[in-house]
């Protein structure tokens, strides 16, 4: 059974840390490059920051860029965002996506509020 699992959201004051884990099961994780979403109340989900399968950062996402690092660990089956300096426009959903050319997986996604 095909798997992915978010957690580490929660609600942060502006200006603190979270670290969001994606756990998978089920798949060859370490073949798939991993993709960070989010989606705001209103909004369109947006791409957050991208890594390779072999732990390249491919991307981030301008707002994000010197806040938020992604990382995997293939070993333990993981992803990780970590964002740091967070902003209340950083409340959302997250969603962690794993795609190939021929695969599509995404987690539940966890909840990141920033608010004093």
């Known amino acids: 059974q095909v798997q992915l699992v978010e957690s580490g959201g929660g609600l942060v004051q502006p200006g603190g840390s979270l670290r969001l884990s994606c756990t998978a099961s089920?798949?060859?994780?370490?073949?798939?490059?991993v993709i960070w979403y989010r989606q705001a109340p209103g909004n369109e989900r947006e791409s957050v920051a991208a890594i390779t399968h072999t732990g390249v950062v491919m991307e981030y996402l301008d707002s994000v860029k010197g806040r938020f690092t992604i990382s995997r660990d293939n070993d333990k089956n993981q992803a990780y965002l970590q964002m740091n300096s967070l902003k209340p426009e950083d409340t959302a959903v997250y969603y962690c996506?794993?795609?190939?050319?021929?695969?599509?997986?995404w987690g539940q996604g966890t909840q990141v509020i920033v608010s004093s």
């Open positions: 996506n794993a795609r190939s050319l021929f695969d599509d997986y």
């Open positions: 089920g798949f060859t994780f370490r073949s798939f490059p």
